[in-house]
């Protein structure tokens, strides 16, 4: 037998490995890290996928360490480790759409709409539709096209369970377009819903690396008395 299959032929001894996205890490009894050939498989999948696995896998790992490099600010380590995770699971959504995120923050606009189209045609129904949205927005913010980003932004801060940020990226968005109207309609907003919010809170969640796209956020911010 070979990985537990019949073998019609006199075979050498074969043992075999896993080192796939769902090959499960784990300790053995001597202390010793291993990983596979255990797998998650496709159901439920590595825990992130949050169908129920949950034991640690490669993805896991991956996609773990490029969220805390984003968190301490290192968005070269961020993105590398994310691109890992999104090459062994090109088709987890969450995975692309963080890829996409940390390569709008990094000042690759063209890159980033990539990774964001993808993440929304492999999840269309994603709760979290409303920030994939809006940080396509961004991303053409960093490219320069600000009609198509006020477009792409509306529809961010229209989407159910979108915050505040999200709205403040649609009145930062319209107002770069020149639509003032309806950058003033969102700022009223804002406003109305935390008089005290400040724009530091935006750029802590937000820590773009393109210090042309800072200013010109800032900008935007400034005219609309954000």
């Not at 960093?142 to 915050?163: C, D, F, I, L």
Request: aromatic share 8%; proline share 5%; net charge neutral.
């Amino acid at each position: 037998e070979a990985a537990g299959r019949p073998v019609g032929r006199p075979p050498r001894d074969v043992q075999t490995i896993g080192a796939g996205g769902g090959s499960i890490a784990y300790l053995d009894g001597s202390g010793v890290r291993k990983v596979g050939p255990r797998s998650a498989g496709a159901g439920p999948g590595p825990a992130c996928y949050g169908r129920g696995g949950e034991e640690p896998t490669v993805t896991d790992a991956n996609l773990v360490l490029g969220r805390a490099h984003w968190i301490e600010g290192d968005l070269s380590a961020s993105l590398a480790w994310l691109e890992r995770a999104t090459q062994i699971s090109p088709h987890y959504a969450h995975g692309v759409y963080l890829r996409g995120m940390s390569e709008t923050l990094s000042g690759r606009g063209a890159a980033a709409g990539d990774s964001l189209d993808l993440a929304m045609q492999l999840s269309p129904l994603d709760p979290l539709r409303y920030a994939m949205l809006a940080t396509r927005a961004l991303s053409y913010i960093v490219r320069e096209e600000y009609g198509t980003a006020s477009e792409w932004a509306q529809k961010g801060a229209e989407a159910p369970n979108a915050h505040l940020h999200i709205r403040v990226i649609a009145a930062v968005a319209h107002e770069l377009a020149g639509n003032k109207a309806a950058a003033d309609r969102w700022a009223s907003e804002i406003r109305r819903r935390d008089r005290e919010y400040r724009r530091e809170t935006f750029f802590d969640a937000f820590p773009f690396r393109d210090d042309r796209t800072r200013a010109t956020i800032r900008g935007a911010m400034d005219r609309l008395e954000l």
